[in-house]
């Protein structure tokens, strides 16, 4: 045991608590604690105990009903095939935000946070009158057999506009912290660009990625007002979760609802504890 | 051997280098040595390849390399912060060089097995598995060097390659270093800033300023002949006297009289030397003095004659 005079710094065997200069570790902790109990976990608990007083086999009929099923699988397919589309193309908009200067920078970066801004029914509005088959894009994307809006397409492009910020705004400090350096060094070594990027550029930002693919991913899940626009809501077919659980709620059918609710946070939770996990493997294996 | 003619940089308005001209010879170990923004880093980017010039020419043994690129130059380059790859350990860093060949790469348990000898030449043999963040600076930066060395470079450039090293480290890496330039026959250059590590290390020492050469020579040469007020002044400690004389500490002696009077304002040990600090009274000029140990210092307040055993006069 390390022999710290002050009895501020005492550390019992087999404590968790690192020694520390910096005062106010139990003053912090515990607020920290409170706020999160108070914030995320009762109102969460609540639901939990919402759907465990309606019983086993009731739970399981509305909470895993065919209906409901295919609401998962939508909600869950879009928003995974929204945020894989998001971490490509929020990945260039990071690079050309980081990588060049040209005019007009501030107002592009401005512009990827609108989606954060926006009243999502504003946004579900606007690409549903774009999307139409007699919207401005839409009625080109007829013709060749393509239909956007009231499919799951539709959802899916709902759910890029929404999940862009996440992807861009957690890549670019990585990026560009990367340094020039590292690139030179490749280069040196006689790599190609690509080469550069596969083997040396794209693994050092991959965590960042990771973390905004499942942040975009996670408002996808949850993303309610832009997508009922465009989506149609036709059930078993463009009905999302989310929407089944306000469905559900307009019947006064709580305890229905606080059974989807149940199914999807212990999904969501799983992929991102999952998604956690990777990255902590991660960090361990290559050190500080 | 390496030909550098007439070589002009600018960024912007700011004329970085301007009219350089350097022969190295092969198996030479050159430094740049100068101040922040006196151009040698950007000279040994041009060099490299990582940078252009906006006129003048490269030459490696007579071909004209001013165009090509930095993968065609075959240059080893050790960059100031290391420049690892983070995610790779420290073995594939050291066979990046060699797993990126396009053609003629040697197979997979080949270039396992040059690593390895890499890494026992820089001696770090066992740490292959270890990723750098698991690494302390020095090993760091031997692993730079081992990857630098890896694609077998006829040139070996270091950019300020000890300047994040502690004192003793960086002194034991140095002495390492030379050793490892003679014995793999390298032609090597390094920038620095630290006139002693340049002093120490290279066989000759190319002094620059404002983007120009101030003296290229060998490490007696720029200390005992400076070219210039400012190598003398840049390359070890200098007394600037009245009227343009330089004169190095050491070559001051005290005389019983008919020298120069000297008002002692200071004396402490520095090493083996008696380090006096005094003031000229007629001039108001500070002067330090460096007297043999086995003499008797003067104390603080004592005024004493000097006269100045050797001196550069720059006066036109």
């Given at each position: 045991?390390?022999?710290?005079s ?19 570790f ?27 007083g ?21 909600s ?7 945020g ?21 920078h ?6 990827v ?41 539709g ?30 060094a ?48 036709m059930?078993?077919?463009t ?50 | ?38 151009g ?12 252009f ?19 065609e130059?075959?240059?080893g380059f ?84 000890f ?51 101030d ?30 004389i ?23 040990r ?47």
């Amino acid at each position: 045991m390390p022999s710290h005079s002050p009895s501020t710094i005492k550390r019992p065997p087999g404590s968790w608590r690192q020694p520390s200069v910096l005062p106010g570790f139990r003053l912090t902790f515990g607020l920290s604690v409170t706020w999160l109990t108070l914030i995320v976990l009762i109102p969460l608990a609540t639901i939990f105990m919402k759907s465990a007083g309606m019983g086993w086999h009731e739970f399981v009929q509305v909470g895993l009903s065919n209906r409901a099923l295919a609401a998962y699988r939508l909600s869950f397919g879009t928003a995974a095939v929204a945020g894989l589309v998001n971490a490509v193309f929020g990945l260039l908009v990071a690079w050309v935000l980081v990588r060049y200067t040209f005019p007009g920078h501030k107002v592009v970066s401005a512009l990827v946070d609108l989606p954060f801004a926006l009243p999502t029914a504003v946004a579900g509005i606007a690409l549903t009158a774009i999307y139409a088959p007699n919207g401005w894009i839409g009625q080109y994307l007829e013709p060749l057999g393509i239909k956007v809006a009231f499919t799951p397409l539709g959802i899916i492009v709902a759910l890029v506009f929404i999940g862009l910020p996440f992807v861009v705004r957690s890549v670019e400090p990585v990026l560009a912290d990367l340094g020039k350096d590292v690139e030179e060094a490749a280069a040196t070594l006689g790599a190609s660009r690509l080469q550069t990027f596969n083997r040396v550029i794209f693994p050092a930002i991959f965590p960042a990625l990771l973390t905004g693919f499942a942040l975009a991913f996670a408002r996808g899940v949850g993303e309610y007002g832009s997508v009922i626009f465009i989506s149609g809501n036709m059930p078993g077919r463009t009905e999302i979760a989310p929407l089944l659980i306000v469905t559900q709620l307009e019947q006064y059918a709580y305890n229905g609802a606080t059974a989807i609710a149940t199914v999807m946070m212990l999904a969501s939770f799983g992929v991102l504890l999952a998604l956690n996990l990777l990255q902590a493997a991660r960090r361990r294996r290559y050190g500080a | 051997m390496i030909r550098i003619q007439n070589i002009t940089k600018r960024f912007g308005d700011y004329l970085a280098l301007e009219g350089i001209d350097l022969e190295i010879e092969p198996g030479e170990f050159i430094a740049l040595l100068g101040p922040s923004g006196s151009g040698k880093t950007t000279l040994l980017r041009i060099i490299a390849g990582l940078e252009f010039q906006d006129s003048g020419q490269v030459f490696f043994n007579g071909d004209d390399v001013s165009e090509r690129g930095v993968g065609e130059r075959h240059v080893g380059f050790v960059f100031q912060q290391y420049a690892l790859f983070r995610h790779m350990t420290v073995a594939e860093n050291v066979a990046f060089g060699l797993s990126v060949r396009r053609k003629d790469r040697p197979s997979k348990a080949d270039i396992r097995a040059r690593a390895e000898h890499l890494l026992r030449l820089v001696q770090l043999d066992g740490l292959g598995h270890r990723y750098p963040g698991q690494l302390s600076g020095g090993q760091r930066q031997r692993v730079a060097l081992a990857r630098a060395l890896a694609i077998e470079p006829r040139l070996l450039l270091l950019d300020e390659p000890f300047g994040a090293l502690d004192a003793k480290v960086r002194k034991d890496l140095r002495r390492w270093l030379r050793d490892l330039h003679k014995q793999m026959g390298l032609t090597s250059i390094f920038v620095t800033h630290d006139q002693e590590e340049a002093l120490e290390l290279a066989d000759r020492v190319v002094v620059m300023d404002h983007g120009r050469i101030d003296q290229v020579g060998t490490p007696e040469q720029v200390y005992m002949e400076p070219a210039t007020p400012f190598v003398s002044h840049f390359v070890g400690e200098t007394n600037l006297l009245p009227s343009g004389i330089h004169v190095r500490p050491h070559d001051i002696e005290i005389v019983a009289d008919g020298g120069l009077p000297v008002m002692i304002d200071n004396v402490f040990r520095k090493g083996g030397v008696w380090r006096i600090e005094g003031t000229i009274a007629q001039h108001d000029q500070v002067v330090e003095i460096d007297l043999d140990a086995s003499l008797v210092a003067p104390a603080p307040g004592e005024t004493v004659q000097i006269r100045p055993r050797r001196v550069r006069n720059f006066q036109e």
